[in-house]
């Protein structure tokens, strides 16, 4: 390893131009000419539209346009659309809604938006947009998602506002094997609405020239080529050749920046109308009632265990509140990566599981950070802590007579683990944590009125999304690879082209200490270009933690040819042949001798000439490959959670936390942790203080931060975090995704900490300290001791 190659703790080359304010967010773009857009969005979850009257808007100062969902419609421009297709138990396709980008006919939750104001300045947009009388019939809201199936129907297409049933695994098997057990732990399980809040509010710019009837899209984007793919292919704005999508630096994304919306759509159409730049840029109010939340499942689980122990079955009904309308791009992948992943760390025989989708007047869910896989985790690991407590047994005992011990494991429910040491990670978590001198600290802060408990959570998670094969039993045939091109300057310098794109994970550190190391150049020689259709190749973008895993094998790919033509052009230069040239270190040299010539000089000979060894190359260093994986790569560890509560006010400190992951081979250490540290604070938030809230009348109660807790710096300890090793097969870096594990491991280690203080399982997240006040008042005495 060199000072800044593969495994240095390398400082992020990104980060000097965000400290000193010189970064380039989409909302720091300005075109000449540039207008703004305001939305009329709906005060109403569920409402039929009667009139749009926008007379007094359009007389209003520096106004360009009113447009309505009537002129998208009048246009012939297309819906968004849901692009992971999955099937129902009977064998039914989902049950997709029209979502036209500005609502026409009906509104279905609040924020919809109904018609957009373009003017001059935002303040006259926004004056205007008061302007826009709408009449609306309202309707009768469905909030609940327990009780979708029983409200008023949302979308025609949707019988019982029900999108799909789906199921997974063996139910006669897992009903045989619950039959035979000799204790069986049951427990409601509620996985609470998030609202992702990145620091960068969301953001479009849409710019036509009409000389050449070519569209420019900056947006806050975590996928430029596939925003560019869906609006062309599928809403229909533009062929795809006349379009073209740059998302400059992102500030944070959790997922929530994947999808198309209803504004980038709108936009492009509005500049196309008006013939000037139009620019839009939510307002933190906005962000709540539009951008796609995470996690709201109702779940029903039971675990199944002999006398000893071992785990036989388990069985999960789990209700999905999709929200209003279907996501753009992914909605049903939460529900995928949900249902494929309870089995969690354990060897268990059997496991069925029943997913109902339904529609609800809110807004639509989809992928936030773990997209399904924090879901499964708190199912799980809620089940096996429980299970112990009611069998008497030690948690961490119970888990490591369930563990699975080799590899590759095929689960019941599709995933096929590749490799893994469940154990190592839970011995050096127990070590880290102290957890034999718990007692100790227990009975200290019993003497000061307090209690006091541990919780673990033994998680692992699927990532690198997704080779066709592992999604393929789902209809979504879909093999989510990326793409790498590298080009070798004259002068030895290395620019990276990559499908991948960054908000906020540091790629241009890691990819850069990638190439560094491989060709043995400057760190500071390596430069990374993503984000911008028109400059790199076709690429998949970045989510589900798949960057290192997925996009840097696919710079791999480009060098591995890069090396081999290199030496052909080396042969050349040192008169030898290619089968005698050894590269290391930045250096071409010939076997057995001291003759070498430098990567720099070698790039430039390949620029010079072109015939070496009577071979004819093509001038240059530059080479592109992709990359499709075989599998996922499965991260996995333990985090134990110490908590101490106030009896007297519910108020709960976190006062210790251990993470140890397994994330195979780790490219950048410090950024790793980071990662670790930002997901395990989004987890604890889930656990203890976020919720998003509606009213029975589809009202978001949360819609500011104001109602809206996120976790401060004051609410988190000081972490404790190492890892263990144990290499992906399925990629040449060995690299096991890292973004999302905190975010995965958290909810279940928090909640598990907090119950086994308080004594009692009755506690649904967020666990506020009105919640665990509460909960304490429904305990029993010996419970609470």
Same mark, same amino acid.
């Given at each position: 390893?060199?000072?800044?190659?593969?495994?240095?703790?390398?400082?992020?080359?990104?980060?000097?131009?965000?400290?000193?304010?010189?970064?380039?967010?989409?909302?720091?773009?300005?075109?000449?000419?540039?207008?703004?857009?305001?939305?009329?969005?709906?005060?109403?979850?569920?409402?039929?539209?009667?009139?749009?009257?926008?007379?007094?808007?359009?007389?209003?100062?520096?106004?360009?346009?009113?447009?309505?969902?009537?002129?998208?419609?009048?246009?012939?421009?297309?819906?968004?659309?849901?692009?992971?297709?999955?099937?129902?138990?009977?064998?039914?396709?989902?049950?997709?809604?029209?979502?036209?980008?500005?609502?026409?006919?009906?509104?279905?939750?609040?924020?919809?938006?109904?018609?957009?104001?373009?003017?001059?300045?935002?303040?006259?947009?926004?004056?205007?947009?008061?302007?826009?009388?709408?009449?609306?019939?309202?309707?009768?809201?469905?909030?609940?998602?327990?009780?979708?199936?029983?409200?008023?129907?949302?979308?025609?297409?949707?019988?019982?506002?029900?999108?799909?049933?789906?199921?997974?695994?063996?139910?006669?098997?897992?009903?045989?094997?619950?039959?035979?057990?000799?204790?069986?732990?049951?427990?409601?399980?509620?996985?609470?609405?998030?609202?992702?809040?990145?620091?960068?509010?969301?953001?479009?710019?849409?710019?036509?020239?009409?000389?050449?009837?070519?569209?420019?899209?900056?947006?806050?984007?975590?996928?430029?080529?596939?925003?560019?793919?869906?609006?062309?292919?599928?809403?229909?704005?533009?062929?795809?050749?006349?379009?073209?999508?740059?998302?400059?630096?992102?500030?944070?994304?959790?997922?929530?920046?994947?999808?198309?919306?209803?504004?980038?759509?709108?936009?492009?159409?509005?500049?196309?109308?008006?013939?000037?730049?139009?620019?839009?840029?939510?307002?933190?109010?906005?962000?709540?009632?539009?951008?796609?939340?995470?996690?709201?499942?109702?779940?029903?689980?039971?675990?199944?265990?002999?006398?000893?122990?071992?785990?036989?079955?388990?069985?999960?009904?789990?209700?999905?509140?999709?929200?209003?309308?279907?996501?753009?791009?992914?909605?049903?992948?939460?529900?995928?990566?949900?249902?494929?992943?309870?089995?969690?760390?354990?060897?268990?025989?059997?496991?069925?599981?029943?997913?109902?989708?339904?529609?609800?007047?809110?807004?639509?869910?989809?992928?936030?950070?773990?997209?399904?896989?924090?879901?499964?985790?708190?199912?799980?690991?809620?089940?096996?802590?429980?299970?112990?407590?009611?069998?008497?047994?030690?948690?961490?005992?119970?888990?490591?007579?369930?563990?699975?011990?080799?590899?590759?494991?095929?689960?019941?429910?599709?995933?096929?683990?590749?490799?893994?040491?469940? /154990?190592? /990670?839970?011995?050096?978590?127990?070590?880290?944590?102290?957890?034999?001198?718990?007692?100790?600290?227990?009975?200290?802060?019993?003497?000061?009125?307090?209690?006091?408990?541990?919780?673990? /959570?033994?998680?692992?998670?699927?990532?690198?999304?997704?080779?066709?094969?592992?999604?393929?039993?789902?209809?979504?045939?879909?093999?989510?690879?990326?793409?790498?091109?590298?080009?070798?300057?004259?002068?030895?310098?290395?620019?990276?082209?990559?499908?991948?794109?960054?908000?906020?994970?540091?790629?241009?550190?890691?990819?850069?200490?990638?190439?560094?190391?491989?060709?043995?150049?400057?760190?500071?020689?390596?430069?990374?270009?993503?984000? &911008?259709?028109?400059?790199?190749?076709?690429?998949?973008?970045?989510?589900?933690?798949?960057?290192?895993?997925?996009?840097?094998?696919?710079?791999?790919?480009?060098?591995?040819?890069?090396?081999?033509?290199?030496?052909?052009?080396?042969?050349?230069?040192?008169?030898?042949?290619?089968?005698?040239?050894?590269?290391?270190? $930045?250096?071409?040299?010939?076997?057995?001798?001291?003759?070498?010539?430098?990567?720099?000089?070698?790039?430039?000979?390949?620029?010079?000439?072109?015939?070496?060894?009577?071979?004819?190359?093509?001038?240059?260093?530059?080479?592109?490959?992709?990359? &499709?994986?075989?599998?996922?790569?499965?991260?996995?560890?333990?985090?134990?959670?110490?908590?101490?509560?106030?009896?007297?006010?519910?108020?709960?400190?976190?006062?210790?936390?251990?993470?140890? &992951?397994?994330?195979?081979?780790?490219?950048?250490?410090?950024?790793?942790?980071?990662?670790?540290?930002?997901?395990?604070?989004?987890?604890?938030?889930?656990?203890?203080?976020?919720?998003?809230?509606?009213?029975?009348?589809?009202?978001?109660?949360?819609?500011?931060?104001?109602?809206?807790?996120?976790?401060?710096?004051?609410?988190?300890?000081?972490?404790?975090?190492?890892?263990?090793?144990?290499?992906?097969? /399925?990629?040449?870096?060995?690299?096991?995704?890292? $973004?999302?594990?905190?975010?995965?491991?958290?909810?279940?280690?928090?909640?598990?900490?907090?119950?086994?203080?308080?004594?009692?399982?009755?506690?649904?997240?967020?666990?506020?300290?009105?919640?665990?006040?509460?909960?304490?008042?429904?305990?029993?005495?010996?419970?609470?001791?």
């Amino acid at each position: 390893m060199s000072a800044t190659g593969i495994g240095a703790a390398v400082r992020r080359k990104e980060d000097l131009r965000f400290v000193t304010g010189k970064g380039q967010y989409t909302d720091d773009v300005v075109r000449p000419g540039e207008t703004r857009a305001v939305f009329v969005r709906s005060p109403h979850a569920r409402a039929r539209i009667k009139s749009i009257d926008a007379a007094e808007a359009k007389k209003m100062p520096g106004v360009l346009a009113v447009l309505t969902g009537a002129d998208l419609a009048a246009d012939k421009i297309g819906n968004l659309i849901c692009g992971w297709m999955i099937h129902s138990k009977d064998g039914t396709p989902m049950k997709m809604a029209p979502h036209p980008a500005l609502a026409a006919g009906t509104v279905n939750h609040v924020g919809d938006a109904v018609a957009v104001v373009v003017a001059e300045t935002r303040a006259q947009a926004r004056d205007a947009a008061e302007k826009v009388t709408v009449a609306y019939e309202v309707l009768p809201a469905v909030v609940d998602p327990a009780q979708a199936k029983s409200g008023p129907q949302i979308h025609d297409i949707a019988p019982k506002n029900t999108i799909y049933e789906w199921s997974l695994g063996d139910a006669k098997a897992t009903e045989a094997a619950f039959a035979t057990a000799q204790h069986v732990t049951r427990l409601a399980i509620v996985n609470n609405r998030l609202a992702p809040n990145a620091i960068e509010p969301r953001a479009a710019l849409a710019e036509y020239d009409a000389g050449n009837d070519h569209l420019t899209l900056w947006n806050t984007s975590q996928n430029p080529h596939v925003a560019r793919l869906v609006i062309s292919a599928f809403v229909g704005i533009t062929p795809e050749h006349k379009l073209r999508v740059i998302a400059p630096d992102v500030g944070g994304g959790f997922g929530s920046k994947i999808f198309i919306y209803p504004e980038e759509v709108v936009c492009l159409w509005a500049a196309r109308k008006i013939e000037r730049p139009v620019k839009w840029t939510a307002e933190r109010s906005e962000a709540f009632v539009t951008d796609a939340h995470g996690r709201d499942h109702v779940t029903q689980a039971e675990l199944a265990l002999d006398l000893n122990g071992k785990i036989l079955a388990l069985r999960a009904h789990t209700i999905a509140n999709l929200g209003a309308y279907m996501s753009t791009f992914s909605s049903s992948v939460p529900t995928y990566l949900y249902a494929t992943l309870l089995s969690g760390q354990y060897d268990i025989p059997h496991i069925y599981c029943e997913v109902d989708a339904v529609y609800t007047n809110t807004v639509p869910v989809d992928a936030y950070r773990g997209a399904g896989r924090p879901e499964a985790t708190f199912v799980v690991e809620r089940l096996v802590e429980v299970a112990a407590r009611e069998m008497g047994l030690d948690p961490v005992d119970l888990r490591k007579r369930n563990f699975i011990k080799s590899f590759p494991h095929q689960t019941p429910v599709i995933m096929a683990y590749d490799a893994g040491d469940y /154990s190592a /990670s839970l011995k050096k978590a127990l070590e880290l944590a102290d957890v034999k001198g718990f007692g100790k600290r227990k009975r200290e802060s019993a003497r000061h009125g307090k209690l006091r408990g541990l919780g673990y /959570s033994t998680y692992i998670e699927a990532c690198g999304i997704a080779p066709s094969q592992a999604v393929g039993s789902l209809g979504a045939g879909v093999g989510l690879w990326e793409s790498a091109e590298v080009r070798v300057n004259p002068t030895g310098s290395v620019e990276v082209l990559t499908g991948s794109h960054a908000h906020g994970q540091g790629h241009e550190t890691t990819f850069a200490q990638l190439v560094s190391e491989r060709l043995g150049i400057p760190f500071d020689n390596v430069s990374i270009v993503h984000g &911008d259709t028109d400059k790199v190749q076709f690429g998949m973008g970045t989510y589900g933690s798949r960057s290192g895993a997925v996009g840097m094998s696919a710079i791999v790919k480009a060098l591995d040819k890069i090396e081999a033509k290199a030496k052909k052009v080396a042969a050349y230069m040192l008169e030898a042949a290619e089968g005698d040239i050894e590269f290391k270190d $930045g250096k071409f040299t010939v076997a057995g001798t001291d003759r070498s010539a430098a990567f720099g000089d070698v790039a430039l000979n390949a620029y010079i000439a072109h015939k070496f060894s009577g071979q004819d190359l093509e001038p240059g260093l530059k080479e592109t490959s992709f990359y &499709d994986p075989t599998n996922f790569t499965f991260p996995a560890g333990c985090h134990i959670c110490e908590v101490e509560i106030d009896r007297d006010t519910g108020k709960t400190e976190i006062v210790n936390w251990t993470a140890v &992951d397994d994330f195979g081979t780790v490219i950048n250490p410090m950024i790793v942790e980071g990662q670790v540290h930002g997901g395990i604070a989004q987890g604890v938030g889930q656990a203890l203080l976020e919720g998003v809230v509606y009213d029975k009348d589809g009202q978001l109660v949360s819609g500011s931060f104001m109602d809206y807790a996120m976790p401060h710096a004051h609410d988190l300890p000081s972490f404790k975090v190492e890892t263990t090793e144990t290499k992906s097969p /399925s990629n040449p870096l060995g690299i096991k995704g890292c $973004g999302e594990a905190g975010a995965i491991a958290a909810p279940a280690a928090v909640i598990n900490a907090i119950t086994d203080a308080i004594g009692t399982e009755q506690l649904a997240m967020p666990a506020t300290a009105q919640a665990v006040w509460s909960a304490l008042q429904h305990a029993t005495p010996r419970q609470a001791a």
